[in-house]
């Protein structure tokens, strides 16, 4: 299977996120919240294109009941986690001015712009296996830290730990893996390795996410930006 494989050769990358001093102190509950605030901010401008990019999906699904999944998905990427956004930054005390005085960082960009650029030019199959990532790893990071975490009710965190732990998000992540499943079944040899590429680039984006996140990433470039 597809999953099964993609999943094995992503092993060391896999790791090296659950290992990750964001999500290992995520899970202690010890992250700075500055880090944190970074985080919610840049995942909501990345939630936008990667909504877009499933409702590409969407439109380009030939069977129906797949065209309704990465609708709905969506919709729930908009809906379920900008309100898990709201509530985070509302607790933080950040305000419209707060948040427009923090730039997309190039990793929040360069991920975004990786998943707009694949659903418009690339096959449906690897536009299918680019988004997988974003349900499959987070699921398991969010599954990890609950087991690691057990009870949550007092955690800094447990917004974030229950919305990816969730059994419902779990269900979704199943779906998107048996369609990704189906599509590389039926590809030709050439699909299926632009496939496996665009799973394991996703991958490493959302370890390079978090990591932006860690160090609160800036642009290199942003002493001369004009108006710096």
């Excluded at 877009?52 to 999944?69: H, I, N, Q």
């Excluded at 709201?86 to 990786?114: H, K, N, Q, V, W």
């Excluded at 779906?175 to 490493?204: N, P, S």
């Amino acid at each position: 299977m597809f999953c099964d494989d993609v999943w094995a050769r992503s092993t060391a990358l896999l790791r090296a996120i659950h290992e990750h001093p964001f999500n290992t102190a995520l899970g202690e509950g010890t992250l700075d919240r500055r880090r944190f605030a970074f985080y919610i901010v840049q995942d909501a401008r990345y939630l936008e294109a990667f909504s877009k990019a499933l409702a590409t999906a969407s439109v380009r699904a030939g069977d129906p009941e797949e065209a309704a999944f990465w609708a709905d998905s969506a919709h729930a990427a908009l809906a379920a986690e900008r309100t898990l956004h709201e509530g985070y930054i509302e607790e933080y005390g950040l305000s419209a001015a707060d948040l427009s005085g923090i730039r997309t960082s190039p990793t929040c960009l360069g991920y975004s712009s990786f998943l707009q650029a694949v659903a418009l030019a690339a096959p449906y199959p690897v536009l299918v296996a680019a988004l997988l990532p974003c349900f499959w790893v987070y699921q398991d990071v969010g599954a990890a830290l609950l087991q690691q975490v057990g009870d949550v009710a007092d955690h800094p965190y447990r917004a974030w730990i229950s919305t990816y732990a969730d059994p419902d998000f779990a269900k979704s992540v199943e779906r998107a893996k048996e369609i990704a499943d189906r599509l590389a079944a039926g590809a030709d040899g050439e699909t299926r390795a632009a496939m496996t590429e665009a799973f394991v680039q996703a991958t490493e984006y959302e370890w390079m996410f978090w990591d932006s996140a860690w160090h609160q990433e800036t642009w290199p470039t942003e002493q001369w930006r004009p108006g710096g």
